[in-house]
Every structure is written in structure tokens, then in C-alpha cells.
T-cell receptor
Framework: GNSVTQMEGPVTLSEEAFLTINCTYTATGYPSLFWYVQYPGEGLQLLLKATKADDKGSNKGFEATYRKETTSFHLEKGSVQVSDSAVYFCARISGNTGKLIFGQGTTLQVKP | NAGVTQTPKFQVLKTGQSMTLQCAQDMNHNSMYWYRQDPGMGLRLIYYSASEGTTDKGEVPNGYNVSRLNKREFSLRLESAAPSQTSVYFC??????????????FGDGTRLSIL
């Protein structure tokens, strides 16, 4: 099928810890992949994207690499801050009309 | 810097009432989308409009209708609200999608409760 699966949360880390949020996808071909972030009470914002295999998207210290061999797009950050506390969504393009398929979201809580 | 604007931000309805959620974008995007967000289920596509004058069903269209009023505006209507439609609704827009790798831009959401 066509789906996106994220690791279940919540993820609780101390400030400056290393973050990994796993994301895997199923698809025919190599769709563009995205990470979105949702801060409390707000809509989703694009965090980073990768449009082809082996691409690395990066923004605000976050990175994710498009791995076609493992059909994965894991989100990483070397040193998280309290301000990174949010819900993170992995998503992939579906078809040719720009539709997105989202994972279920992973809540990150960073404690001082 | 408005981007995607949704109104209202909050609404409480009684079962059976009707309501229209409004969405407008000022980025000259052709494609617009309506999602609902429920705990543990991510965002699910209700309806989308690939271009002005066209609308198509998404994953969970039952109980909803949409109107693409013009290029800027895409409204979502609940004709007879049910408690199962209690959710947070998000509107989004994007650049035309042929072979698209462009991200969607989201509004801040409408929090809807059906009693």
C-alpha cells in the first residue's frame, strides 16, 4: 500500500540530547518526502524536504536523508532545545496533484 | 504575510447543525486541501482541489462538501454535524502538482466541537 509510518511517541529528552524520530514509507517509485513541525496551537510548518534518493534535507539543525534502500527518512538533531518541543510529522507526496500522505505524528518534549 | 487564513478559529455546534469553514490563500497557489487532525491519526485528507473549478474526494469525504469559490478560496461545509466530526480542521495550499515536489502551506486550523 501507500503509507507513512512514524515511531510512536511521546519522545521525552533532556536539553542538548540527540534526537532521532524514525519514519518509513511505502510507495511505488521515489516520491518527495517531507518533515513538518506543529507547535502547540498552530498549524503545520515545513521543516525540511528531500526530493530524490540520497538527498539530505536540513533546516534549523534538523536533518533527514532519503534512503531508498531502507525506504526511510529519519529525522535527526544533534542537540535539542526546549523550544523544539512540538509534534513532528513525516509525509510523502501522493500522485501528481500535490496530495500528501502523513504519518501519525510524534510528540517531542524537551525538558530543561 | 497572511499565507493561508482560516475562519473561524474555534466553533461549537450542536448535532444536526450546519456550518461552513472558510479558507483563503494569497500565494496564487492552484491547489488547495482540507484535512482533519485527530489524536494518534495524523492528518487525513477530506477533499482537495487541484485547480480552480475542480474538486475531488480524499480519504475521508463522507459528511462533508466543498466549494472552490475562486482561486483564492476553498470552503468546507458540514451539512448536518455529528459528534464524530469533532476535530481540528486544517486548510492547505500548494503550487500546481504535476510531478510536484512542492510543500503545502497550512493555515492555523479550526477547532470544531460537536455536542
Amino acid at each position: 500500500g501507500n503509507s507513512v509510518t512514524q515511531m510512536e511517541g511521546p519522545v521525552t529528552l533532556s536539553e542538548e540530547a540527540f534526537l532521532t524520530i524514525n519514519c518509513t514509507y511505502t510507495a511505488t517509485g521515489y516520491p518527495s518526502l517531507f518533515w513538518y513541525v506543529q507547535y502547540p496551537g498552530e498549524g503545520l510548518q515545513l521543516l525540511l524536504k528531500a526530493t530524490k534518493a540520497d538527498d539530505k534535507g536540513s533546516n534549523k539543525g534538523f536533518e533527514a536523508t532519503y534512503r531508498k534502500e531502507t525506504t526511510s527518512f529519519h529525522l535527526e538533531k544533534g542537540s535539542v532545545q526546549v523550544s523544539d518541543s512540538a509534534v513532528y510529522f513525516c509525509a510523502r507526496i501522493s500522485g501528481n496533484t500535490g496530495k500528501l500522505i502523513f504519518g501519525q505524528g510524534t510528540t517531542l518534549q524537551v525538558k530543561p | 504575510n497572511a499565507g493561508v487564513t482560516q475562519t473561524p478559529k474555534f466553533q461549537v455546534l450542536k448535532t444536526g447543525q450546519s456550518m461552513t469553514l472558510q479558507c483563503a490563500q494569497d500565494m496564487n497557489h492552484n491547489s488547495m486541501y482540507w484535512y482533519r487532525q485527530d489524536p494518534g491519526m495524523g492528518l487525513r485528507l477530506i477533499y482537495y482541489s487541484a485547480s480552480e473549478g475542480t474538486t475531488d474526494k480524499g480519504e475521508v469525504p463522507n459528511g462533508y462538501n466543498v466549494s472552490r469559490l475562486n482561486k483564492r478560496e476553498f470552503s468546507l461545509r458540514l451539512e448536518s454535524a455529528a459528534p464524530s466530526q469533532t476535530s481540528v480542521y486544517f486548510c492547505a495550499s500548494s503550487v500546481p502538482g504535476q510531478g510536484s515536489n512542492q510543500p503545502q502551506h497550512f493555515g492555523d486550523g479550526t477547532r470544531l466541537s460537536i455536542l
